[in-house]
Structures are given as structure tokens and as C-alpha cells.
């Protein structure tokens, strides 16, 4: 199926979860804020919050630095 992650189209396999798009991008372990259709999702819900065709994700990561 194809969503887009932050304004560019990602493939995953159908019934994939935020999880399964974290581990596709190499985001698995960095914290991370995910906009799913304009609604933020819990990371306590990004292993069972599913995709379906076309969804629009946003994800932002911070970056440390001194």
C-alpha cells in the first residue's frame, strides 16, 4: 500500500502499523512524534495503531546537540 511520510510516498505491505514504518525508515529506537491524519498518536499505541492506503504521517525526531 502507499502512504506518505512527511509529504514523500512510502510502500509497506498491507495491514503494516506505525511500528512496521519506524522499523522500514531506521526509526525503530529514536524518540519520535507521529501525526497520523492529523491526529497525534501515543507511542503507547504505535504498535497496534494499523495504516491503510493513502494515510498522510508526519514524523519528527530530536536532535541533540551542546
Given at each position: 500500500?502507499?502512504?506518505?511520510?512527511?509529504?514523500?510516498?512510502v510502500?509497506?505491505?498491507?495491514?503494516?502499523?506505525?511500528?512496521?514504518?519506524?522499523?522500514?525508515?531506521?526509526?525503530?529506537?529514536?524518540?519520535v512524534?507521529i501525526?497520523?491524519?492529523?491526529?497525534?498518536?501515543?507511542?503507547?499505541?504505535?504498535?497496534?495503531q494499523?495504516?491503510?492506503?493513502?494515510?498522510?504521517?508526519?514524523?519528527?525526531?530530536?536532535?541533540?546537540?551542546?
Open positions: 500500500m502507499q502512504i506518505f511520510v512527511n509529504g514523500d510516498s510502500e509497506l505491505k498491507e495491514g503494516a502499523t506505525l511500528i512496521d514504518l519506524l522499523e522500514h525508515l531506521s526509526l525503530r529506537e529514536a524518540k512524534a501525526e497520523l491524519n492529523q491526529s497525534i498518536i501515543p507511542r503507547s499505541q504505535h504498535a497496534q494499523a495504516l491503510a492506503e493513502q494515510d498522510q504521517v508526519e514524523i519528527v525526531h530530536a536532535i541533540g546537540g551542546g
